[in-house]
């Protein structure tokens, strides 16, 4: 006779998850302290939805409109499409395991890149899937490499683009070449957490690929762009047949009134948007060749963050770095669990806190041996 049971067990696909660990809030310097470790807006969200925001507490008795109409109709108004074909969560990262819940079970395949956002894996994994990880090229997506890494099996590919935190990103044909050769049944995921910031000739967030098509979604954020993180709120565009899949398994009320309310003025804020971007386009040059003038390589962005390379230089650790700079109340992301432990991650912060890293870089270099 096999032994009892003693206590209720988990899908075993869980048991191999790493929680997700976020960038740290506190260096535990006593100084002033540049918190650049989370891509974070630095200049905050527009002063509209604050006070949506605070407008909001006076009805924290009521639910919230669960069908998010509002905040729907004014990201269509926004960008151009069709408010039934967009759907709202607690965050981009709800919407991502809403995907996974919905169209992967145990057996099937979900594709992704060795760089790429930790949250693909982790809904993955608790949806009893197999995660496929494929290698990147330069730190940058392989079209070819997804596309050699599908079988049977497979059922989802997510494409981070931009990707964070490599900072790369797919060109608009690169994608279109995947989806083309991707077979029908595979849902391609298009995370464009970042698109407000990429000013490239030959970038296109994913929605024409969605209008077009039956067989692809696009997943955007408000807590970039828009410096409402702490909100939670996130949004996709996606066929008809999809956001009614999504639906099925979406919590009723999945989105908190405040939310709602900020989301929809911060979209009506374009000037503050773009003085976001105008920001991040000012001091992305500007980091790469100072921080590069160290003997740190410093890897292309067109994301709001930068990632350093501490390797490059002799003697140069990403730990005692990190520790180094937190001491001097400067917090980087550390990427090891990304599969990048030479490297750390620096969001572009205000003026003070940017210069404040490239300080305490040039410190940190000069207790280095010189060649």
């Known amino acids: 006779m096999s032994s009892a049971v003693t206590k209720p067990e988990p899908r075993p696909s869980v048991l191999q998850i790493a929680a997700y660990v976020p960038g740290r809030a506190s260096s535990g310097s006593t100084g002033k302290q540049h918190k650049l470790s989370s891509n974070e807006n630095p200049l905050g969200p527009s002063p509209a939805a604050r006070e949506a925001f605070a407008a909001a507490a006076q009805t924290l008795e009521r639910y919230p409109d669960g069908s998010a ?80 890494a599908v079988t049977d099996k497979t059922r989802v590919v997510f494409l981070a683009n931009p990707n964070n935190p490599t900072g790369s990103y ?95 003025a911060a979209l009506g804020d374009r000037a503050h948007m773009e003085r976001s971007v105008e920001h991040n386009n000012r001091w992305l040059p500007i980091l ?42 400067v917090i980087l992301r550390r990427v090891s669990a990304y599969g990048l432990p030479t490297m750390l991650r620096m969001s572009v912060g205000d003026d003070e806190g940017n210069e404040a890293t490239i300080a305490a870089l040039a410190a940190y270099r000069d207790t280095l041996p010189h060649e």
Do not use: Q
């Open 288 to 329: 790469r060749e100072r921080i590069g003038a160290l003997g740190f390589t410093v890897a292309p962005s067109v994301g709001n963050f930068v990632l350093i390379d501490f390797s490059s230089v002799p003697g140069g650790d990403a730990g005692e770095a990190d520790t180094f700079l937190s001491a001097r109340g």
């Open 69 to 148: 109409t509002e905040l729907r109709e004014a990201i269509a108004s926004a960008y151009g499409l069709k408010a039934d074909r967009i759907i709202c969560g607690n965050g981009s990262d709800e919407i991502l395991a809403m995907v996974a819940n919905a169209y992967l079970r145990p057996g099937d395949e979900a594709i992704f890149t060795e760089h790429a956002f930790l949250v693909y894996r982790i809904v993955t994994l608790a949806a009893g899937a197999t995660p496929v990880v494929v290698k990147e090229k330069n730190l940058t997506v392989d079209v070819d490499a997804i596309l050699a």
């Open 170 to 264: 797919t060109p608009i044909d690169e994608v279109r070449r995947l989806r083309e050769a991707l077979p029908a049944r595979i849902l391609l995921v298009i995370d464009a957490a970042y698109a407000e910031y990429v000013r490239r000739n030959d970038y296109e967030a994913g929605i024409e690929l969605v209008a077009t098509r039956n067989d692809t979604i696009m997943t955007r954020t408000f807590s970039k762009i828009h410096g409402l993180a702490a909100l939670r709120l996130g949004w996709a565009y996606a066929p008809a047949d999809v956001i009614d899949t999504l639906h099925r398994v979406r919590g009723p009320f999945n989105v908190n009134a405040a939310a709602l309310a900020a989301g929809v």
